[in-house]
């Protein structure tokens, strides 16, 4: 049972440069979900994507671009990193979005991401 | 707009002491709630969650959370922790969007 599988685990940019966090989920889940995590900070939303075809911003959206390519796979891009983009990145996934019942969100592993 | 506050940054509890970590959120409708712990090094794993029904829900490894909505709260307890139960905790509230609480971390000495 894969889950939610995000890659790179690790991943050192210098500023300015572009990169891009895959995730792909095998739950068959219609809502996906990108989150940073910084220190005192809890989880942020940075984009979710309710259903396939469909992308949103979240609370910190400025800096990122997703794409929701199937209903499995779902990307993160940073176009021009800046230090303050230095975070942990979480991928995950439920069976829909908003309060229905059922709608527990699943995790992936997580990406260390440093911006020097 | 929605909130979760988590009262307290950093827990340091003697093992086989109980445990009470503090969850409040502001919404004006329905939620779901939930605590998530995340162990060093680990992604989040879900503890427990509350739909409907019993405000008092039972999770994994001995923990429990009463959802009382005259308070908006969704305390997260344990009557005696172990050393294993070291990790950071997260509440969270899916009302609108699934927003989460800026986590506490727990420190469990043997």
């Known amino acids: 049972n894969a889950g939610v599988t995000q890659t790179p685990k690790f991943q050192v940019l210098k500023t300015g440069q572009s990169m891009t966090l895959q995730c792909a989920q095998d739950?068959?889940?219609?809502?996906m979900y990108w989150y940073r995590q910084d220190p005192g900070m809890g989880l942020r939303l940075i984009y979710y994507?309710?259903?396939?075809?469909?992308?949103d911003k979240g609370e910190v959206p400025n800096g990122y671009n997703v794409s929701r390519l199937n209903k499995r796979e779902f990307s993160l891009r940073l176009e021009s990193a800046a230090p303050s983009q230095t975070s942990v990145y979480f991928c995950a996934s439920s069976e829909r979005r908003g309060h229905n019942s059922g709608n527990t969100i699943y995790f992936g592993e997580g990406s260390w991401l440093t911006v020097v | 707009a929605q909130s979760v506050s988590q009262h307290n940054h950093h827990v340091i509890l003697s093992e086989a002491a109980s445990l009470e970590l503090g969850c409040n959120y502001s919404y004006g409708g329905t939620v779901n709630l939930f605590w998530y712990v995340q162990y060093p090094g680990q992604h989040l794993q879900l503890l427990l969650k509350y739909f409907s029904g019993d405000p008092l829900v039972k999770g994994i490894k001995g923990f429990e959370a009463e959802f009382i909505k005259s308070k908006f709260s969704f305390n997260l307890r344990k009557p005696s922790v172990q050393w294993s139960d070291t990790a950071e905790y997260f509440c969270?509230?899916?009302?609108?969007?699934?927003?989460f609480g800026a986590g506490t971390r727990l420190t469990v000495k043997p």
């Open positions: 994507s309710a259903s396939e075809g469909t992308t």
């Open positions: 969270a509230v899916n009302g609108y969007d699934m927003r």
């Open positions: 739950m068959n889940h219609n809502s």
